[in-house]
């Protein structure tokens, strides 16, 4: 019998590249159900597997905001049952919050955390019924210590944290394993998609000078983070087969050795200074104006 695997968001990206992998298992271990917004952009995915793999591979429509879609997709699934949940759809936003509209920090809020709350919520009772099920969910860094100019997509990330945490220690009476992969940066659609204030845009000419100056410098920090650091969609999913393929899962795993979260100045100093204090170090070091105070 096939592992029923569901993952959100498979347009691009890890979602993507998750779908073609376990879809192109040699022995045809697992039955994905690769769902994406619009069906328009299915093409990249079927390119990727080349119209090969028919008793493996499904795409259906499922925008993750929209609770009848989530369910029309539920009622798609030929097994009718789950057994492998990936909650993957998510979009970032970047600039200084003063510029940040209210729609648009909405739609972050909806997408990264009541879309995979409603995600979970759609699965969870067959999977209780079942007494099996795992549920995975891409994690950030970015969910785990805070970001400057990276506020709603960093509270959304840590929204997460805390649906997560909460519902494993609960799924633990039913043999639902709940698993969250952390990512640093991955070279993705994800920052192409993501909603970005540039420095030049009329929202952020009416941010103090002061910030604007931080928010440049924090945007050069980033692209040498990309440049040193980023993965590649193939090493995530890595992570993922090792969490699926696991007989006891991690609740967290982290998908970049080199780049771990700050966790130990969180933990040494209780008072969350030090955290901080090293972080704007790192980010703002560069900025030497901002070094001299
Ligand atoms: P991506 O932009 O390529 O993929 C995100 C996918 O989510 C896209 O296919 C997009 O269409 C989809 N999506 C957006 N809104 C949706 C909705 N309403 N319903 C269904 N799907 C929707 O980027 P990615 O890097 O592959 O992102 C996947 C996950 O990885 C996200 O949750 C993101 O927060 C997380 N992540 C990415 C990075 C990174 O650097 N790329 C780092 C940490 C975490």
Redesign the pocket.
């Given at each position: 019998e096939q592992v029923v695997v569901l993952i959100?968001?498979?347009?691009?990206?890890?979602?993507?590249s998750l779908a073609v992998c376990l879809a192109s298992d040699p022995a045809k271990t697992y039955k994905v159900y690769a769902?994406?917004?619009?069906l328009v952009?299915k093409e990249r995915l079927l390119d990727c597997v080349k119209g090969l793999h028919k008793d493996t591979l499904d795409i259906l429509q499922?925008?993750?905001?929209?609770q009848q879609s989530i369910q029309d997709a539920r009622h798609r699934v030929t097994e009718k049952r789950v057994d492998v949940l990936v909650c993957?759809?998510?979009?970032?936003l970047m600039g200084p919050l003063e510029a940040q509209a209210l729609d648009t920090m909405r739609q972050i809020l909806?997408?990264?955390v009541l879309?995979t709350i409603s995600t979970i919520q759609a699965f969870l009772p067959g999977m209780k019924a079942r007494g099996h099920g795992r549920i995975l969910v891409?994690?950030?860094?970015?969910g785990l210590q805070g970001l400057p100019f990276n506020e709603v997509?960093c509270a959304s990330?840590f929204a997460v944290e805390g649906v997560c945490e909460s519902l494993a220690i609960l799924l633990q009476h039913f043999n639902i394993h709940v698993s969250l992969v952390e990512?640093?940066?991955?070279?993705?659609?994800?920052?192409?998609?993501l909603l970005t204030t540039e420095p030049g845009d009329a929202s952020t000419q009416q941010v103090d000078e002061h910030t604007r100056r931080l928010y440049e410098t924090y945007l050069k920090h980033c692209g040498v983070v990309f440049q040193n650091a980023?993965q590649d969609?193939e090493d995530v999913v890595k992570i993922f087969l090792e969490a699926i393929q696991s007989a006891s899962p991690a609740f967290r795993y982290y998908s970049n050795d080199a780049l771990l979260p700050l966790t130990s100045p969180k933990i040494s100093a209780v008072d969350g200074l030090q955290y901080i204090r090293t972080m704007s170090k790192i980010i703002f070091a560069s900025d030497k104006t901002e070094q001299q105070k």
């Open positions: 959100t968001g498979c347009s691009s990206g890890i979602g993507l769902t994406m917004r619009n952009k499922m925008d993750v905001t929209d993957n759809a998510g979009v970032g909806e997408v990264n879309g891409t994690g950030s860094l970015g997509y990330k990512c640093g940066p991955v070279n993705t659609d994800f920052l192409d998609n980023s969609t």
